[in-house]
């Protein structure tokens, strides 16, 4: 981290990198997972999976269901040291 005189405990929270990995059918379902860990045995974990939405409605050509679920510490860099509930969101994306 280049500067850090604000929080100068955030690598005990996200760390130094992230662990990741994707799994994709060619035009089907992806799922993708990453795990970060903190120096300070602090981790969180965020998982997405994505569907064709032309494979759900034929008058649809574009556009993917999104669900994604985290757990953890760290999803913005404003609340990196608190632990919050575990949320699931549900949206529409674009492209993936």
């Known amino acids: 981290y280049v500067e850090k005189s ?3 405990d955030i690598a005990d929270f996200r760390g130094y990198g992230d662990y990741g990995v994707s799994l994709e059918h060619a035009r089907r379902l992806k799922i993708a997972a990453t795990l970060r860990v903190g120096t300070g045995g602090h981790a969180s974990v965020l998982v997405d999976a994505s569907y064709p939405l032309r494979a759900l409605f034929s008058a649809v050509r574009y556009g993917y269901l999104h669900v994604q679920y985290f757990n953890g510490y760290g999803e913005t860099l404003r609340s990196y040291d608190q632990r919050g509930p575990w949320q699931v969101r549900v ?3 674009l492209v993936r």
Request: hydrophobic content about 35%.
């Open 91 to 93: 949206g529409l994306m």
């Open 6 to 8: 604000d929080n100068p």
